[in-house]
């Protein structure tokens, strides 16, 4: 069983920065695949990043904008989302795919205002 807990959402002004976090627990965080996750209201699920070992993948509406990355001593991995932009408004979920499986933190609301 592997826990997800994020933190670092919150509400900023188009242009700004946020950084989440997601502390995992439960697991060889090291060999883990780590990703972060977003849904906006009546939209489905999309993929914002991915971090495989020390390889990233990015959404396209991401990218050069949004890092991920990842402590293995901390067992956590970050998000680092700057120039935010009102589409970028969503709840954000960290994900754990181990042995096959897929696991969820509860989400954390990022809001971005014009």
């Known amino acids: 069983q592997v826990q997800l807990v994020e933190s670092g959402g919150g509400s900023v002004q188009a242009g700004g920065s946020l950084r989440l976090s997601c502390a995992a627990s439960g697991s060889s965080f090291s060999a883990n695949v780590m990703g972060w996750y977003r849904q906006a209201p009546g939209n489905q699920r999309e993929l914002v990043a991915r971090i495989i070992g020390a390889s990233t993948i990015y959404g396209d509406s991401v990218k050069g904008r949004f890092t991920i990355s990842r402590d293995n001593a901390k067992n956590t991995v970050y998000l680092q989302m700057n120039s935010l932009k009102p589409e970028d408004t969503a709840v954000y979920y960290c994900?754990?795919?181990?042995?096959?499986?897929?696991?969820w933190g509860q989400g954390t609301q990022v809001t971005v205002s014009s």
């Open positions: 994900n754990a795919f181990v042995s096959l499986k897929n696991y």
